[in-house]
C-alpha cells in the first residue's frame, strides 16, 4: 500500500528525488517519511512530515534534504542535495494511521 521510487546511483554532490504514494484502505493518514538503513548499520530516521506539514530531519541531512508532501494524492516527496557516499543506504518510507505502514524500500548509492 505504500509504492516508493526514485532510487539510483548518483555521484557524489549530485541530487536524487524519492517518492513514496500510499493507496489503499490505509484510512487518514497522520505522519509519512523516511527511514534508512545502511549495510551493517540500524535503520534510522531521515525526514517525517505531519498532516499540518510540521517537518523533523535527522541532523545529518539538514539542509541537504528536503521532505514535501501531498496530502489530496497521500504521497511525499524527499529531494535529496549534496549527496554524499555516506547516504549510501535503502530507503524505507512509512505512513502512520490507525496502524505502521511501510514501502518496499529504494536503494540509493552515493559513488564518491
Known amino acids: 500500500q505504500l509504492q516508493a521510487s526514485g532510487g539510483g546511483l548518483v555521484q557524489a554532490g549530485g541530487s536524487l528525488r524519492l517518492s513514496c504514494a500510499a493507496s489503499?484502505?490505509?484510512?487518514?493518514?497522520?505522519?509519512m517519511g523516511w527511514y534508512r538503513q545502511a549495510p551493517g548499520k540500524q535503520r534510522e530516521l531521515v525526514a517525517r512530515i505531519s498532516s499540518g506539514g510540521s517537518s523533523n530531519y535527522a541532523d545529518s541531512v539538514k539542509g541537504r534534504f528536503t521532505l514535501s508532501r501531498d496530502n489530496a494524492k497521500n504521497t511525499v516527496f524527499l529531494q535529496m542535495n549534496s549527496l554524499r557516499p555516506e547516504d549510501t543506504a535503502v530507503y524505507y518510507c512509512?505512513?502512520?494511521?490507525?496502524?505502521?505502514?511501510w514501502g518496499q524500500g529504494t536503494l540509493v548509492t552515493v559513488s564518491s
Open positions: 489503499g484502505s490505509i484510512g487518514s493518514i497522520d505522519v
Open positions: 512509512f505512513a502512520v494511521s490507525w496502524q505502521d505502514y
